[in-house]
């Protein structure tokens, strides 16, 4: 998606911008634009394609003088990805530059009403309407311009805005788009995401929805919709700049993939202490708890697919009912939540506009909302009830890794803290689950090391067309992240089965030499499972088994084996996945595709 970085201050802003931009790349874009204030205008650059192309048409920004600007990277939604209709958009007069993440809903109208008034158009976006609608409004008070704007556009926006007669001056409003504030000693910063801007300051302000800011190179101000001035607080980041670079690794996707044991052991450590689980920040009491009658999972994507995997847990072990969504179906279905509900949303960026939806339309019920996410200061952290944090640090790669193993992680704190405190497991149970979950980030590190045999295998099959994963109970959670993990970087058609379901249609679509991952960690569920994989082999499918040290029956019918160590049953996801993580990244590599960035996919989904 879109992404905007700005910069006031006493250095030369469009170097600043092009390297916070380019921090951004992984957000996914089609073009990228500059807009930097000069003595005499403000200067407009914008390019088609990739931030190389911006950088060398304005030297790396040196050709841009000036010390106060705006850069934007551009996601398409209204019109082609073309160098006008890149932002930043100007009025007429360029006196007034703008860069927008997010949608205005009604700008069909409010141009055709500025239409009528003379105003002109050049590009087909819903951005431009804003440029235009400022310069309506303006008469040399910017924060009451902005007001006005502000209520007449519906959907999502966090806009970055110029004035040419208000120099050093870069102002900035949100509605359900994140926007963060960063400050230093050398000048202010503007940005829709923390690794633009992490290099230079890890001390932020959250813009809240229907607020604007006015950014000078040493002031920054806060007002509400009335434009009265409002008090902030600054938040410290605890990621690492180095966190938010490759350090050595040819993509962000494997270097996160290597992360992961760390990612999980920060999850996991700070919320075990002296052998026991301490949750406080869900932010409910020991009765709460006992009184849940019913958990609502909600996610998009993998994060859906933590869900899935999460329902069998937390259901096993707290015995509480758990309905999962996806959270672009739960927020128009009108869901019943009775009352006792709890609503977990899990959300790595804590910005997917549907898993927002979502939680408002859980709060609107009265439901206690939980969210587990990753970015700090996220709208969904600062919206939920409460907010269980993943340690992940940030993830670059558009393909999760790091922050779907430490929502399962988080899931796995929540079913066993649950357990004990509603006695649905016994302390016994309890106390060997906390011991088997503190010793997971060793054995996933021991499942890396398998890395050499699945990249082997991964060659083998990157000319495939289809590939299957199919797996019973939790290893049916484990094989749709498979399969969205392979699809989303490699291109190549993949689905995910119950293996259960096989025989009701899909078993038709098996022929000679397709490949099929099965994941067949359950013990209870394990014969059946090979019953399953015999199924497919006989109708010629080449077979992956995927399964647990021990269980080298296996080999009886899979072509091709890989096994990972032994754990408790409800953990094995935990380890399954990473595999399949490897074997979607060295698939896509053989294929020589930019993993990191594949094709029509956004890190963060901020728009419907
Ligand atoms: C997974 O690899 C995806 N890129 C995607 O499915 C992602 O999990 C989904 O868009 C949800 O994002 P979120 O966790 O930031 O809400």
Redesign the pocket.
Known sequence: MCGIVGYTGCNQAAPILLEGLSKLEYRGYDSAGLAIESEDKIKVVRAKGRLHVLEEMTDNGRAMKGTCGIGHTRWATHGVPSVVNAHPHCNAKKTIAVVHNGIIENYQSIKAHLQKKGYQFESETDTEVIAHLLDSYYQGDPIEAIAKTMVRMTGSYALGILFFDQPGKVFAVRKDSPMIVGSTPEGNFLASDVPAILKYTKNVYFVDNMEIVSIGADSIHFYNLDQEEIEKEITTINWDAEAAEKGGYEHFMMKEIYEQPKAVQDTISPRIKDGEIVLEELGMTEDEIRKIRHIYMI???????VCVSAKYVIEALARIPVEVDL?SEFRYRDPILEEDSLVII???????A??IAALKEAKSKGAHVLGI???VGSS?AREADSVLYTWAGPEI?????K??ST?LAACYLIGIYFGKIRQTITDETYQELVEELMKLPDKIQRVLGDKERIQWFANKFAASKDIFFIGRGLDYGTSL?GS??LK??SYIHSEAYAAGELKHGTISLIEKGILVVSVATQPELYEKMISNMVEVKSRGAYLMGLTCYGNYSMEDTANFTIYVPKTAKYFTNSLAVIPLQLLAYYVATARGLDVDKPRN?????TVE
Do not use: M, R
């Open positions: 996610g998009c994507g993998s994060a859906y697919h959270a899990i959300s790595q960026s804590g910005e997917t549907d898993s996410v990753n970015v969904i790669s558009v393909a999760t890794t922050a779907y929502q992240e969205l993990k989303e970087i996919l956004a890190k963060s989904v």
